[in-house]
């Protein structure tokens, strides 16, 4: 059961501008997080917000949380080859007893 | 630093073999998941555990069972192999909280080809 559905899925710029990633979800939620996976390796967790929150920065991080459409984006500003990877959001909710579902990801590629 | 290890980067099993992928934690956390990861598919929770010898199953057990004797060691059995289970393997840990309150640490990951 897919619970986060993202977009674009896949997304190409150029060093230094900003990315952005939307990801829209079903059901009410505890809480949302974004994780980066590079290529052929696990996943890292970047950023947790909460139900009752509707911005967190971290570093040239910034997410947005909006209840009211289901909805949520990822920020990163200034963007680095590095940021190259693919995104995921990922949710928890109280039907779903607490466990991390997770959405198909955003491919991104920063070109130098 | 805080750490997943998974035991194997990349497997390759026959079908029909019984498979163990193993998974240790050195965080003390309570939690333990297994996930497979298909393109096109995203990342489907397969079993998890919230305690020692305690198990539940994800959206999709069949074909899988787990072993949790330890808090540390999470262990993804694959009792008779198929080619339908050649797939990147995921493992994760994470605290305890209400529902879900911490993020998750992940393995790896072990790229099972079953032939």
């Known amino acids: 059961s897919q619970q986060g559905e993202e977009d674009p899925q896949a997304l190409s710029i150029q060093e230094g501008e900003n990315a952005t990633m939307n990801c829209s979800y079903k059901t009410s939620i505890n809480n949302l997080q974004w994780y980066r996976q590079n290529s052929g390796r696990g996943l890292v967790h970047l950023i947790l917000i909460r139900s009752n929150e509707r911005e967190k920065h971290s570093g040239r991080l910034r997410v947005t949380l909006d209840t009211s459409k289901k909805s949520s984006s990822l920020l990163i500003t200034a963007s680095r080859a590095a940021d190259t990877a693919s995104y995921f959001c990922?949710?928890?909710?109280?039907?779903?007893?607490?466990?991390?579902?997770f959405g198909q990801g955003t491919e991104l590629s920063v070109k130098p | 630093d805080v750490k997943v290890t998974q035991s194997s980067r990349y497997l390759v099993k026959r079908t029909g073999e019984k498979v163990f992928l193993e998974c240790v934690q050195d965080?003390?956390?309570?939690?333990m998941f297994w996930y497979r990861q298909d393109p096109g598919l995203g990342l489907r929770l397969i079993y998890f555990s919230y305690d020692v010898k305690m198990k539940e199953k994800g959206d999709i057990p069949e074909g899988y069972s787990v072993s949790r004797e330890k808090k540390e060691r999470f262990s993804l059995i694959l009792e008779s192999a198929s080619t339908n289970q050649t797939s990147m393997y995921l493992c994760a840990s994470s605290l305890t909280g209400t529902m879900g309150d911490y993020g998750y640490t992940f393995g790896s990951g072990t790229r099972l080809t079953v032939v």
């Open positions: 990922a949710s928890t909710s109280y039907n779903q007893g607490g466990k991390l579902i």
């Open positions: 965080m003390d956390h309570e939690n």
